[in-house]
């Protein structure tokens, strides 16, 4: 019995997911990189830049929505995690902010299913254990004060990923 039936965790491209909103992990310019911005940017097409473009950027731990155009997914929320330094730099707090903005920003767009990568893990080197504790502890939290979103699919590139965050959902849900 899963701790919490409104939390999944899925193994795969989160490009191919058709949910509501999917999160994109990226830089606070917007206009796309490599990683999983740069595999939603190719999957979403170019129209995508364009509308980006036009949000002027976007700060660590804050998030801005955009339509998902070539995506199954309705909509593209971009927030930009912490780059790790180490941890005496506000990481944890910039990390749970960016999980936080991007649920209300779906709330506020009627979401009811979204998923996120795991946010600053690849290229901006935060600790994948840590980073997953912050993932499921924020977003059991807000998922506890509201209805919406109805279900959060943590989208893990590997099994080795996915395995962390059932390891966070036991340690976090069940006690
Ligand atoms: N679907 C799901 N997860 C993915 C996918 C995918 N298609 N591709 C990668 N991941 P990263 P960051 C996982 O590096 O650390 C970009 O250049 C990956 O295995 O994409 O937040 C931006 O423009 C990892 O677990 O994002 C920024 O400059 C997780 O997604 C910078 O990278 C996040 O890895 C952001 O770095």
């Not at 005496?88 to 996120?116: I, N, P, Q, V």
């Not at 939290?141 to 395995?163: G, S």
Request: proline letters at 3%; hydrophobic letters at 40%; charged letters at 20%.
């Amino acid at each position: 019995m899963d701790a919490n039936p409104r939390i999944q965790v899925h193994t795969g491209d989160i490009t191919k997911l058709a949910v509501d909103a999917i999160v994109n992990a990226a830089n606070s310019s917007l206009l796309g990189g490599g990683g999983v911005d740069g595999a939603i940017h190719r999957a979403a097409g170019r129209e995508l830049e364009f509308e980006c473009r036009m949000l002027n950027g976007c700060k660590v731990g804050e998030a801005k929505i955009t339509k998902g155009y070539k995506l199954p997914a309705r909509y593209i929320i971009h927030t930009v995690g912490p780059f790790w330094q180490g941890g005496g730099k506000g990481e944890a707090e910039l990390l749970a902010s960016c999980y936080r903005r991007s649920l209300e920003l779906a709330r506020a767009h009627d979401c009811l299913t979204m998923a996120f990568p795991a946010i600053s893990t690849g290229i901006y080197r935060y600790p994948k254990h840590e980073a997953a504790e912050i993932a499921v502890g924020t977003v059991s939290h807000f998922l506890a004060l509201h209805a919406m979103p109805e279900t959060v699919i943590f989208c893990c590139f590997d099994q080795a990923m996915a395995e962390l965050y059932q390891q966070a959902i036991a340690y976090i849900l069940e006690g």
